[in-house]
């Protein structure tokens, strides 16, 4: 086969294994990484002290898979049904989390697959499949791949698809032929995706500072939530949607047909107060194999707490008392912060604990649940 041939080939095969869109780009020093010295510069990464730590890789496509010569950019629809209406107690999780399976372990059996069927037709070929935990600025490939714009809430946008969709690449030493048909930016003047941000994430447009994104902070981030951030989590227990919910191109995106990123029964939306019930076993039996699992069960009582201070419910409130009387510190601290949202039984709960609470953070919590003046601002 020639290039050409090669090129279809391979694009055929990989819708045929469920690749929404294919595009191929050249394995070219990535220019984005001028943007990626400057983000972590000014701070945008937040803890994910990872990206500083093996920024050199970003460069080229080569530390990802030696001798690479075109990135095979690929695109898999995830958007299923609508988000339930939230009730009271009840916490949102982020579309691309609802599955039975973590996507990574979807999409990492497609990638498998469509790699063996590249070297069983070339068998000289060397090839490597990744997604999202790769040194390899993936938007931007895609962008060259002609799979779309980035948009101005950072994500890869289609006009047809949206931006409801994952992105992956098999990076290959074949020397295919590359999709380099310029795409325009269809945002125009449109800025719902910045405006609507509880936490102002969005510091100009293309530019996201991840410390403030509750994204971020309900996955990435392992401490306590900064105190000016935690009213405009809302109702997030893990991830968010808000900019992406809101952009005029999803109102067209394409039906998911992977049935294992339809929603659990629990996951859309989740009940707050039983994960409280749940120590690390149950935790893990329940979690273990979903995108949930990433924050741990400290992670998410974390947020679990905080969404139930934001949205008050007495039901919720025994859920919280047992949060204050949590292993963790980082659970304490949060349900201290959401009792104080409560009336007379979250303040009595609150001054039991405070009488045994030996760590200083949680007492500090505590104390300025109380109304405790002077304390200064809780940091994450």
């Not at 309900?218 to 227990?237: F, K, Q, S």
């Not at 992406?244 to 107060?273: G, H, I, Y």
């Amino acid at each position: 086969m020639d290039s050409a041939d090669c090129t279809d080939w391979i694009k055929q095969r990989a819708a045929e294994i469920g690749f929404s869109s294919v595009g191929i780009a050249p394995a070219v020093t990535a220019t984005g990484t001028t943007h990626l010295d400057q983000w972590l510069e000014a701070g945008y990464g937040g803890t994910m002290q990872w990206l500083a730590n093996r920024r050199d890789a970003y460069d080229h496509p080569q530390s990802v898979l030696d001798g690479v010569r075109s990135l095979v950019m690929l695109t898999i629809d995830y958007r299923t049904s609508a988000p339930a209406t939230i009730p009271a107690g009840s916490g949102r999780v982020s579309r691309y989390a609802w599955g039975v399976e973590d996507y990574h372990d979807v999409i990492h059996g497609w990638l498998k697959q469509l790699a063996r069927d590249v070297t069983r037709q070339f068998p000289e070929t060397r090839v490597r499949g990744v997604i999202d935990t790769a040194p390899l600025l993936e938007r931007e490939f895609a962008q060259l791949a002609g799979l779309g714009w980035i948009g101005k809430h950072t994500l890869l946008l289609n006009r047809s698809q949206g931006s409801w969709f994952f992105l992956a690449a098999l990076l290959t030493d074949l020397q295919l032929n590359y999709d380099e048909t310029p795409i325009k930016d269809y945002c125009g003047t449109c800025t719902a995706c910045l405006d609507v941000c509880p936490t102002d994430a969005f510091p100009q447009p293309h530019v996201l500072d991840a410390s403030r994104c509750i994204s971020y902070l309900t996955i990435e981030h392992r401490d306590a939530i900064p105190l000016e951030l935690r009213d405009g989590m809302g109702e997030w227990l893990f991830g968010c949607d808000l900019c992406q919910e809101v952009c005029p191109w999803n109102n067209r995106s394409p039906q998911a047909s992977e049935p294992r990123f339809a929603p659990r029964d629990d996951t859309n939306p989740v009940e707050l107060a039983e994960l409280f019930e749940l120590d690390d076993e149950a935790f893990r039996a329940r979690f273990r194999r979903t995108p949930l699992w990433r924050p741990k069960r400290r992670g998410i009582l974390r947020n679990a707490a905080i969404v139930l201070g934001n949205h008050p419910s007495e039901s919720a409130l025994p859920a919280l008392v047992r949060g204050l009387n949590d292993a963790e510190p980082l659970v304490r601290g949060a349900a201290a912060w959401a009792l104080g949202k409560y009336d007379t039984a979250g303040r009595e709960a609150l001054r039991d604990r405070l009488a045994v609470e030996s760590d200083p953070e949680v007492q500090g919590e505590i104390q300025r649940a109380l109304g405790s003046p002077d304390l200064g601002p809780a940091v994450g």
